[in-house]
């Protein structure tokens, strides 16, 4: 019931950034709290940052610092500024939309930050 589309992914060398949007469209007033996650080569899907409705944020420890996730509720939309990027965030990441019921995920967008 509800869609996530990711936007924003590419390449990108490191020290360099990125923004990352999400946009939540079908049953948003579902959502009660979005997040980015990462799964990069030969690891698990692991949580980058999150956001609740009444806005506190965390970040993983890996990016706290670099790292700023944002939403705006009257768009529907999670966005997630990357700054300082290292080769370790080469990843897929994906938007997370969590409701009362279940999770729902976005088919991801490809971060490759090169050295």
Do not use: H
């Amino acid at each position: 019931q509800v869609q996530l589309v990711e936007s924003g992914g590419g390449s990108v060398q490191a020290g360099g950034s990125l923004i990352l949007s999400c946009a939540a469209s079908g049953s948003i007033f579902l959502i009660n709290t979005m997040g980015w996650y990462r799964q990069a080569p030969g690891k698990q899907r692991e949580l980058v940052a999150g956001i609740t409705n009444g806005g506190y944020t965390n970040y993983a420890d890996s990016v706290s610092g670099r790292f700023i996730i944002s939403r705006d509720n009257a768009k529907n939309t999670a966005n997630l500024q990357m700054n300082s990027l290292k080769p370790e965030d080469t990843a897929v990441y994906y938007c997370n939309a969590g409701t009362r019921n279940r999770p729902y995920w976005g088919k991801g967008t490809l971060v490759t930050v090169s050295s």
